[in-house]
């Protein structure tokens, strides 16, 4: 009887209505079949930037050494795609514990080192372009490699946390993989609304000042320059900008509106913005599935790179594609050096490279050799 008085004490006035989510959580189990093909489509596309870079490019030039580690992110990242698929599908988590830490730190190991290159990448091409006169007593092999460094340990230190927090608990007989498993509810929310906000600011709103400030330097720069390929050059900008507007702005609303206001909804309510975060979880998915390609295959270099190595490989296809071979042998070499050591811009043929032909006292002649085009 003193256990009765003790619940009904604790029942509130009101019934508690009861809100089921078979509705989104069905929908988030259908849409993670997609982790599959990025998955399989970020090892195809990530493995041929590096055959392209491997055959046709100089290991050591700046932009080279961050597409590579841009590269290793992308694939970090998608290694984990597969685990979370089996889990939503199946509403359980069958790896086990240590798994269930590895996946998640390996997940976010990823997603933090993605976006700090891909804004160092734009940081890079700001320098290169608006200080083209400076920038190769800055850019050099060195640069990359501790910028790389540091990365890589700042995204490992922030994988700490994740890797703490998550872990396994059963519930009816069912075992998941949670994080704060093992913390109570009223630290949950604390921690989850920090930890987000965190997320929020350091991986949307700083990358994104950085990525609009940079870009519109370069803009301003490539404009004022009398270059033929200027129109070209915005046009890349332009897109990748709105490509990380499209993929990562309808994220983290939903997520904001989700950690703010979720408590306050109906349960209709409630099952719209479970949707709406499982679509929009997708799409900034796919940001970091085709970035490092996106980097490249804009780019009409990589283009002809690409054309070459299928020729190579498949010599059938050399009058369909049109090979000019003319062409080919006329692309600069990537990562030539200076007298004095120091490299010139290497993988992406961007307009700071056309820029600098302009302004520069001195002047690098290279033809391709293609001494690595074995098939």
């Known amino acids: 009887m003193t256990n009765i008085s003790y619940v009904t004490s604790r029942v509130p006035e009101e019934p508690v209505e009861l809100c089921t989510r078979d509705d989104d959580n069905k929908l988030g189990a259908n849409l993670s079949y997609i982790y599959y093909f990025m998955f399989v489509f970020s090892v195809i596309t990530n493995l041929l930037v590096l055959v392209i870079i491997y055959r046709f490019e100089r290991l050591t030039t700046v932009i080279n050494i961050l597409l590579l580690n841009l590269v290793a992110s992308s694939l970090i990242l998608m290694s984990s795609l597969p685990f979370q698929a089996v889990y939503m599908q199946k509403s359980e988590w069958i790896f086990g ?3 269930c830490k590895i996946v998640f730190s390996v997940y976010y190991l990823g997603f933090y080192s993605s976006v700090f290159f891909l804004t160092l990448l734009t940081i890079d091409r700001y320098v290169s372009v608006v200080f083209s006169l400076t920038s190769t007593n800055v850019r050099n092999q060195r640069y990359a490699v501790i910028s790389s460094a540091v990365v890589w340990v700042i995204s490992g230190l922030a994988c700490i946390r994740p890797m703490i927090l998550h872990g396994t608990y059963r519930h009816w007989g069912t075992e998941y993989c949670e994080e704060f498993a093992h913390i109570d509810g009223m630290n949950v929310e604390k921690l989850k609304k920090s930890g987000f906000y965190i997320q929020l600011c350091v991986f949307l709103i700083l990358p994104l000042a950085i990525i609009i ?12 320059s009398r270059l033929a390929s200027k129109f070209h050059a915005v046009r890349v900008i332009f897109m990748i900008v709105v490509l990380f507007f499209i993929c990562w702005i309808p994220f983290n609303i939903v997520e904001l509106l989700h950690y703010e206001f979720e408590s306050l909804l109906s349960c209709e309510a409630k099952k719209k913005l479970g949707s709406a975060l499982h679509v929009t979880r997708n799409k900034a998915y796919i940001y970091f599935c085709i970035s490092p ?15 070459q190595l299928l020729v190579k490989c498949f010599p059938g296809l050399k009058k369909p594609i049109l090979v000019n071979k003319d062409n080919t042998t006329a692309i600069p070499t990537v990562g030539t ?14 307009p700071e490279n ?14 391709n050799t293609g001494g690595r085009l074995s098939c």
Request: glycine fraction near 4%; aromatic fraction near 16%.
């Open 97 to 99: 514990s240590a798994m």
């Open 213 to 224: 400030f940079c870009y519109a330097r370069i803009v301003i720069t490539v404009k004022k």
């Open 293 to 307: 390609m996106f980097y490249t295959f804009m780019e009409r270099k990589f283009q002809e790179h690409f054309k």
């Open 337 to 350: 050096e200076y007298s004095d050591g120091k490299q010139s811009e290497s993988f992406l043929n961007t």
């Open 354 to 367: 056309a820029l600098k032909t302009l302004v520069s006292t001195e002047s690098t002649e290279g033809v």
